[in-house]
């Protein structure tokens, strides 16, 4: 039993070694989180939400010295119906109808759901082929 209380010991104070603060360079926090509870993402119905429920650090600015951190919900981009452009060519030609085709049947954000009703199906195709020419 005092080998092991000795091997922990010996691997803590290795640790302990092992562990340095950042040195040099500056501080780059461009997309991080870190809180507790909730889920990570939600979806239901043509919601989704990406975020964690009771985040302390949503309402108000922390700040200290000469840093600042404003904490939130994370947003995601709401669907925006085309005219059948799925890949945002400008065009709508093969390429787009080829892209409803390869995902037809897909449900969820897809950007050959040109219609945003959350699934890629014939209403889409129909969009696609009613378009197709336009803006070539």
Do not use: E, H
């Not at 951190?69 to 452009?85: Q, S, V």
């Not at 995902?103 to 696609?128: E, H, K, M, S, W």
Request: charged share 10%.
């Amino acid at each position: 039993m005092s080998k092991l209380l000795q091997l922990m010991a010996i691997a803590a104070v290795a640790l302990m070694i092992c562990a340095n603060a950042q040195s040099g360079g500056g501080y780059d926090l461009t997309w991080w989180t870190l809180d507790s509870g909730g889920v990570t993402f939600a979806t239901g119905g043509s919601f989704d939400l990406g975020g964690t429920v009771g985040q302390p650090d949503a309402s108000n600015a922390l700040t200290g010295g000469a840093f600042s951190l404003t904490g939130g919900f994370w947003l995601m981009p709401a669907c925006i119906a085309t005219n059948g452009d799925v890949d945002g060519s400008g065009c709508v030609d093969d390429a787009d109808l080829l892209g409803v085709l390869f995902n037809f049947g897909a449900t969820g954000a897809n950007p050959a759901d040109v219609n945003c009703d959350r699934q890629v199906d014939d209403a889409d195709l129909l969009i696609v082929l009613f378009n197709f020419g336009s803006g070539c």
